[in-house]
């Protein structure tokens, strides 16, 4: 996975779609998995998202280290707030755990420099985080 990542960033800061460069930081989760009661909901995460592709690494769940790409499709975009699907390859969870492809319905909300992330993988988990722009 850290091969894919590392080709991430090299693919991301030398294509054509790095008009803007992101920092993710946080993570902070709601989990409705009922069966489940030790799971991690503070997920220490730094992340980059450049143009339309992202990667970063997080404290999972389940107390495991995961590293992740992704790449966005927008949805929805004014001065206030962006809506958007995230496609994320993620690493660092057992099998059952959570699918190593998943769809992230994202909200950005906010404007100018620092904006707060709302994403959702849907009757699993809701996530928050902040987001900087670099440019």
Known sequence: MKKYL????????????AESLDILLGGWSQHYVATISDLNES???????????????????????SNFIGVEWDWYSNSYINIFCNIVATSGYKEGQMPPV???????????????????????VTMVSFRIKIF
């Not at 090299?10 to 054509?16: A, D, K, Q, V």
């Not at 909200?107 to 993988?121: A, E, H, N, P, Q």
Request: with cysteine; glycine share 6%.
């Open 43 to 65: 997920h220490s995460m730094i992340a980059v998202d450049v143009g339309k592709f992202n990667f970063g690494t997080y404290t999972n769940s389940y107390n495991n280290r």
């Open 6 to 17: 590392l080709l991430s960033l090299l693919l991301c800061c030398t294509s054509s779609y």
């Open 102 to 124: 998943v769809p992230v319905p994202t909200i950005t909300l906010g404007k100018g420099l620092f904006k707060v992330d709302v994403s959702s993988i849907p009757t699993k």
